[in-house]
């Protein structure tokens, strides 16, 4: 599918979506978002997909949502629509990881977006940050949630109430980002992540991500059974089988997803 904001390639098994508006910082309008969904949504869908990597240009991951789309907009406008509602579910639901490689400025719309992936690689010049203070708003996509479990009340009270921007090294001393790499070297590291990713059993892996989700929408004991469950349901697999015999043989296990 040829889509006008954004580039997909689908190299071996992943998926790398590249946010693609330069002129405007790779902001994100409706057009954008509205093709990510269906990127991501294709993705999910294609057999061949492991894992995906969203990613933008050196300068900006995004510099948050198209402020020049949205400000004459009325209360009616956004509420009826639901604006940004129905893409975000879909990248939200989305059941195969999804890395984020964030260069440049994250910002906004663009840090909650990075922060909606599965895990984030910066690089070096990555800036995050959530000025929608200085528009008279706040965050939509879920800033002052995601942020807020990542580094704690105070850092994300300072951020969302100053709009001050948090640099790399921030980001990862924050537990924001998993690691810092050189800018030149972000979507190789991205990319090789993901490949890794891509080999390992994808029911694990498919458990893996919902494991982890699930300790952010429900109490320790609750989320910890529910970790134990899948664990035990994970032995109903060939590929526990193939996983375990492959380490006690000193070979690389072949997964086949059964
Ligand atoms: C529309 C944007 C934009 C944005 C940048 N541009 N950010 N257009 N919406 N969010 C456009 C500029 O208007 C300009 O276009 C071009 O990109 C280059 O930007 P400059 O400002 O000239 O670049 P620079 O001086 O390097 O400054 C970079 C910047 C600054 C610090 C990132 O652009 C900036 O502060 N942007 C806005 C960041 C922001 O407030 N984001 C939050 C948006 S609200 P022209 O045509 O003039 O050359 C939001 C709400 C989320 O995200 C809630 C739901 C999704």
Request: glycine share 8%.
């Amino acid at each position: 599918m040829a889509y006008k904001t954004i580039i997909v390639e689908i190299d071996d098994h992943v998926a790398l979506i590249r946010l693609n508006r330069p002129d405007a910082l790779n902001a994100l309008n409706s057009t954008l978002l509205g093709e990510l969904a269906q990127a991501v949504t294709e993705a999910e869908g294609n057999d061949k997909v492991r894992c995906l990597v969203i990613t933008g240009s050196e300068k900006a991951f995004a510099a948050g949502a198209d402020v020049k789309e949205m400000a004459e907009k009325s209360f009616v406008d956004v509420f009826v629509t639901d604006l940004f509602g129905r893409q975000v579910n879909a990248i939200e639901r989305c059941r195969k990881p999804i890395i984020a490689a964030v260069s440049g400025y994250a910002l906004g719309g663009g840090c909650e977006l990075a922060l909606m992936c599965d895990f984030i690689i910066a690089s070096d010049s990555a800036k995050f940050g959530q000025p929608e203070i200085n528009l008279g708003v706040v965050a939509g996509i879920g800033g002052t949630q995601r942020l807020t479990r990542l580094v704690g009340k105070s850092k994300s009270m300072e951020m969302h109430l100053t709009g001050r921007f948090m640099d790399a090294q921030e980001a990862e001393r924050s537990g924001v980002v998993s690691r810092v790499v050189p800018a030149k070297k972000l979507v190789e590291e991205a990319m090789s992540a993901a490949n890794k990713i891509a080999e390992k059993s994808q029911i694990a892996t498919l458990a893996v991500k919902e494991a982890v989700n699930r300790s952010y929408e429900t109490t320790l004991s609750e989320g910890i059974l529910h970790e134990r469950r899948l664990f035990h349901a994970l032995f109903a697999t060939e590929d526990q089988k193939e996983g375990m015999s492959a380490f006690l043989d000193k070979r690389e296990p072949q997964f086949r997803d059964k």
